[in-house]
Nanobody, 119 residues
Framework: VQLQASGGGLVQAGGSLRLSCAVS????????MAWYRQAPGKQREMVASIILSRTTNYADSVKGRFTISRDDPKNAVYLQMTSLKPEDTAVYLCNMAVRPSAGNWGNYWGRGTQVTVSS
C-alpha cells in the first residue's frame, strides 16, 4: 500500500491549488482520510479530515478556504485550497486508514507535497 500526493507548487497569496492523494496496491477498503501539514520548525497539524459518511472537519485556520473531498472508487482524497496565505506554506501530507486485500486495517502516510505561498 502506497499513498502518492501531488498538486503542490508555488502560488501567490490569494491563489488556489488542488492537492490529490491516491492509494496504490491491492485495497479492500479505505476509511477516514485526512490532510496534514508541517511547516519548518512547527509541529505537524491536521488541516482537514473526511470520513465515509462524508462528514468533514477543518482546522480553524482553514475553515471557509479549504475543502476536502474523497472519491472512494478511486481510493483518492483531494484538498481544494483557495484564498491561500503565506502562512499556509508547508509540506502537505495525506493520511488514510486502509485495509489491504490481504491484511488488517492500518494507518498510512503519503510522502508529502510542498505548498509555497508568496506574499
Amino acid at each position: 500500500v502506497q499513498l502518492q500526493a501531488s498538486g503542490g507548487g508555488l502560488v501567490q497569496a490569494g491563489g488556489s491549488l488542488r492537492l490529490s492523494c491516491a492509494v496504490s496496491g491491492n485495497i479492500a477498503n479505505t476509511g477516514a482520510m485526512a490532510w496534514y501539514r508541517q511547516a519548518p520548525g512547527k509541529q505537524r497539524e491536521m488541516v482537514a479530515s473526511i470520513i465515509l459518511s462524508r462528514t468533514t472537519n477543518y482546522a480553524d485556520s482553514v475553515k471557509g478556504r479549504f475543502t476536502i473531498s474523497r472519491d472512494d472508487p478511486k481510493n483518492a482524497v483531494y484538498l481544494q485550497m483557495t484564498s491561500l496565505k503565506p502562512e499556509d506554506t508547508a509540506v502537505y501530507l495525506c493520511n488514510m486508514a486502509v485495509r489491504p486485500s490481504a491484511g488488517n486495517w492500518g494507518n498510512y502516510w503519503g510522502r508529502g507535497t510542498q505548498v509555497t505561498v508568496s506574499s
